[in-house]
């Protein structure tokens, strides 16, 4: 009997252990600032080496950060002012994070579960109101509530938005991104609160695209955009001439380097179609080559006298549409504010810094490059009522703006109108 | 003596030293030492391609390489580089180093001259395009720089000569920067006459044809809507053009209106009735097609007067060939002068309308598969147009017209009083419309009294895909001669219209409409039909 108690005994607590252990899903690899864990209802503070379990939520504070590594061997930086919770992370199923606000950089293995199906998600990242799918990939994504904005850095992810909240089915889950979009490295999409899809993919600004994948830790430090802090230049493109025809694609370097064997094989970043973006009621293609203010998920087209890249298929800004700082982030030009929860405000000479309190935020500017070849600083704002139509020339019908244009008179409002007043006046 | 050869030989010594020390390179090396250079650069990742490229010239020079041709590659290459990035200070810093190790691939001046141009060093950017369009580089832009640097530069005369020089290239090379060259002569143009004090005429002579010529080159490009700016606002700073009259009432822009239209349908029951003392029912459907076109162009007098002389035109011709049918194929013309007075009533404009209308009609009258003479007539009108309310433009009108019919009996006089408004919803327009109209024939047991009434509301676009209008008409008609028989008829008229614009000109509507009209004399003036048809008008 003892024995069977003991062996009932000793079982127990392997099961326990294993319970336990089970229960473990990532570990804290590198910490900065101040980071919290709650679990089960209790709020710790998270220290290097600690393990965090499955359910726990993770919240960091301003300029803190935490490197995650899964048992999977995957990678998950949260950046600051996160919070992130670990629905599922059991082993079992695809895992599943929920976003609720802030950033995270993650590298997702590409065994993970030993998924061997290239179009099943081996990961999800919800936001309030997209969810990701992730297939194997370094990415990014951020939410500050309203908006999700997400940024491919290698392999593959599909992306939509999420409306249902609770979902933590991975079938259901799958069923969403499935028709969302699928991004390529170097692109990005914003799931925005007033729109009912994802913006098409488009490929990011590169210098953005490349001081972000750079920037894994999330370093909060901002140096100027350009290696040595000087005042921006003047575009390269004079008054009257487009990007396009201004620019040199290359094909002399190219032809150069070809003479010494080397190609150009290794072309990583995807050619989006449409480089210079469209409009078409909810579905938005940004231009390529636009920056995106990462926080707040506003996109910022390239401005008219952006020149064409030839080499990367997208627009180069001017300084007069922004800069990029060394983490990544975006520097809006002098004239313009972006807050982290999307407010845009267009600043005046002699504003104050911050003009929240005495001006209003100005409509969100156009992710469509414009085509007028103007210097401009700040480019067309669009959104609802003031859309550009973007088919240059088209005539909204207007029977009475016909009959005041060509006839001063009612007479010719219609057809009909005409045949029944010469009817009645025996013409 | 001693010491001039220990020097002499250890100078020897050394280059012999050096020599040995510079080992070339061979091309398996050279391919490997750029590989992750190409690498980074195709990928985009320009920061990371310079740093590669940095540690290539740090490498080639510790090592003391002398390939020249090497080192000027990373240089040039870097420079490239930082355009990319914008970091014009570093990019011209190695374009004159990849000059200083003799390395000038054909693009190079035009690289060059981008980053001197954005750095505002704009005497050096110029000599770098002008080495560029020697080399035959992207000419046209490069000579377009040069024009463009001249002009900032305040070098009129040779800013004119480089611009110019781009209307002498194959319109292949030139296409893209012609129109922009155009503008920028108009500009200069203008900045030569500007401070003149006869400035108005030369910008009438000179600058607004140079820009129109510019606008010429390509009207739909995506700068022509600039050029027009341009051209708008110096005719209204020198008042080249009338844009407003006096009462604040905008002038038409352009000053002409021309519609074409083609429209095919079908008629359920054919009728003709204009001319004729009965209301003749085929009781027969038709496919119909009309061919029409209008035509009016505006002359402004001072700032108070218009005068537009206009043309009607259509043809009709039913396909069911019938007697009873294609007796009522038929050409209309009509040609009109309109006359506006502008002057304001409650301190808002209002203009005073006088027109007069001449048309002839010709039809197959006697179903010979002919058209001979129908009808003629001569209208007067005398209105006035109004803003009393906010909403929208009132217009009252005083009609009065005769006609001559192929009839004797059919010939007429008619007096009519209408009001028309336009009231502008949020969204939607609404338009309402109401007459008296007296008619009163040769034979006078066919003169009829007759009130119309109707609404037309105009949705607002939906989806951007169509104009969506719907109508209601109701026409009440006392016969005055024939009452007994006849009774108070009643037509009941609803209509709908989807109009869809395609392009800058064209549009497509598709119409429906039902007539049903109600008469004691069920056998002669009782009828209904429904006719759909789809119209296509291009608008000039």
Redo the contacts between chains.
């Keep these: 009997m003892k024995i069977l108690v003991s062996i009932a005994f000793i079982g127990l607590c392997f099961f326990d252990n294993a319970f336990a252990d089970a229960k473990k899903v990532a570990v804290v690899k590198l910490l900065r600032g101040e980071v919290n864990v709650l679990t089960l209802g209790k709020t710790a503070k998270l220290n290097a080496d600690e393990w965090v379990e499955d359910g726990a939520v993770i919240k960091t504070a301003e300029k803190s950060f935490v490197k995650l590594i899964f048992i999977d061997k995957s990678q998950m930086n949260v950046g600051p002012n996160s919070e992130m919770k670990i629905e599922k992370f059991d082993g079992k199923d695809s895992g599943v994070i929920d976003l609720v606000k802030g950033k995270i950089r993650s590298q997702v293995t590409k065994d993970y579960l030993q998924i061997q199906d290239k179009d099943k998600s081996k990961l999800f990242i919800k936001t309030p109101n997209a969810v990701m799918g992730i297939r194997g990939t370094d990415f990014m994504i951020s939410t500050n509530g309203k908006n999700t904005s997400a940024v491919l850095f290698e392999g593959e992810v599909v992306f939509n938005r999420l409306d249902a909240k609770g979902i933590t089915n991975s079938r259901n889950l799958e069923d969403i991104v499935d028709r969302g979009v699928r991004m390529f490295p170097?692109e990005f999409s914003v799931v925005e609160a007033n729109r009912n899809q994802p913006t098409v993919p488009s490929l990011l600004n590169?210098?953005q695209?490349?001081?972000l994948e750079k920037n894994e830790g999330f370093d909060t430090e901002r140096s100027p955009g350009?290696?040595?802090g000087?005042a921006?230049?003047?575009?390269?493109v004079?008054?009257?001439?487009?990007g396009?025809?201004?620019s040199?694609d290359?094909a002399?370097?190219k032809t150069?380097?070809a003479q010494?064997?080397?190609?150009?094989?290794?072309?990583?970043?995807t050619s989006s179609s449409d480089p210079n973006g469209y409009i078409a009621?909810d579905k938005i293609k940004p231009t390529n080559g636009s920056f995106l203010h990462i926080e707040s998920g506003v996109i910022i087209a390239p401005g008219a006298d952006s020149i064409w890249?030839e080499?990367?298929k997208?627009y180069?800004p001017?300084?007069n549409n922004g800069t990029v700082a060394s983490n990544g982030d975006f520097i809006p030009p002098k004239n313009m504010l972006i807050t982290d929860n999307g407010d845009v405000f267009e600043l005046k000479p002699g504003s104050p810094k911050d003009p929240r309190p005495e001006l209003k935020p100005i409509l969100p500017p156009s992710p469509v490059k414009p085509?007028?070849?103007?210097v401009g600083f700040l480019p067309p704002a669009t959104g609802s009522g003031s859309q550009p139509d973007f088919s240059?020339?088209?005539?909204?019908?207007?029977?009475?703006e016909e009959a005041?244009?060509?006839?001063?008179?009612?007479e010719?409002?219609?057809?009909?109108?005409n045949a029944?007043?010469?009817?009645?006046?025996?013409? | 003596m001693k010491l001039i050869v220990l020097l002499m030989a250890l100078c020897i010594g050394g280059s012999v030293y050096a020599q040995e020390t510079a080992v070339e390179i061979s091309d398996a090396s050279k391919g490997a030492l750029f590989k992750r250079a190409g690498e980074q650069f195709a990928a985009g990742s320009y920061n990371s391609t310079i740093t590669e490229l940095q540690s290539i010239e740090t490498e080639l020079l510790t090592k003391g390489h002398s390939d020249k041709a090497l080192l000027g590659l990373a240089a040039y290459w870097k420079g490239i580089t930082y355009n990319r990035l914008q970091e014009y200070p570093e990019a011209i810093a190695s374009f004159d180093r990849a000059l200083g190790y003799g390395y000038s691939p054909v693009d190079l001046n035009y690289e060059y001259g981008q980053a001197l141009f954005a750095s505002e060093r704009l005497g050096e950017a110029r000599l770098q395009f002008r080495e560029s369009i020697k080399r035959n580089f992207k000419r046209a832009v490069s000579l377009y720089y040069v024009g463009f640097i001249s002009k900032e530069m305040g070098e009129r005369k040779r800013a004119f000569t480089f611009l110019k020089a781009i209307r002498k290239l194959d319109p292949s090379e030139s296409q893209d920067v012609l129109q922009a060259a155009e503008m920028q002569i108009g500009d200069i143009y203008l900045d030569q006459v500007e401070k003149h004090p006869d400035a108005f005429r030369a910008v009438e002579t000179y600058v607004v044809p140079q820009y129109q010529k510019a606008l010429e080159t390509n009207p739909s490009s995506p700068l022509a809507p600039l050029i027009n700016d341009k051209i708008l606002s110096l005719q209204r700073k020198y008042d080249l053009i009338l844009f407003h009259l006096r009462n604040g009432r905008p002038t038409l822009n352009p000053p002409y209106f021309l519609r074409l239209a083609q429209e095919i349908g079908n008629d359920s029951n054919v009728t003709f009735a204009p001319t004729e003392t009965t209301v003749a029912k085929s009781k027969q459907s038709s496919l119909f097609s009309r061919t029409s076109a209008m035509g009016r162009y505006t002359i402004y007098y001072s700032d108070y007067l218009s005068i537009s002389p206009e043309l009607n035109f259509s043809y009709s011709r039913y396909f069911n060939r019938e007697p009873e049918i294609y007796r009522n194929d038929n050409y209309f013309l009509a040609p009109a002068l309109r006359s506006a007075y502008e002057h304001t009533l409650w301190s808002k404009p209002a203009s005073i309308l006088l027109d007069y209308d001449y048309s002839e009609v010709k039809r197959d009258v006697y179903a010979k598969e002919k058209l001979d003479f129908n009808s003629r007539s001569h209208g007067f009108m005398l209105g006035e147009r109004f803003n009393f309310w906010d909403k929208g433009e009132s217009v009252v009108r005083l009609r009065y017209r005769m006609v001559d019919s192929y009839l004797n009996s059919s010939d007429s006089t008619a007096i009519g009083l209408s009001f028309e408004q336009v009231w502008a919803l949020k969204v939607n327009t609404l338009l309402f419309y109401a007459s008296y109209d007296r008619v009163r024939m040769k034979e006078e047991i066919f003169d009829t009294d007759s009130l119309t009434v109707r609404g037309d509301l105009v949705l607002g676009r939906v989806k951007d895909w169509f104009t969506p209008s719907i109508g209601l008409a109701l026409t009440s008609t006392d016969p005055i001669n024939d009452r007994d028989a006849r009774g108070r008829e009643l037509l009941i008229n609803p209509n709908m219209r989807l109009a869809r614009t395609f392009g800058k000109n064209w549009r497509g509507n598709l119409k429906l409409e039902y007539q049903e009209n109600d008469s004691k004399d069920k056998a002669s003036f009782a009828y209904k039909k429904t006719v759909y048809s789809f119209e296509l008008e291009y608008l000039f």
Aim: proline share 7%; net charge positive; hydrophobic share 25%.
């Design positions: 170097g590169v210098r695209r490349e001081n350009n290696s040595k000087e921006p230049a003047k575009s390269v004079p008054e009257g001439l487009s396009e025809v201004t040199n290359t002399v370097l150069e380097v010494l064997g080397v190609g150009s094989s290794e072309q990583r970043l009621g890249d080499n990367t997208t180069l001017s300084a085509t007028l070849p103007t240059p020339g088209f005539r909204p019908y207007s029977p009475v005041l244009k060509t006839t001063n008179q009612l010719n409002v219609g057809t009909t109108t029944t007043i010469r009817a009645r006046i025996g013409n």
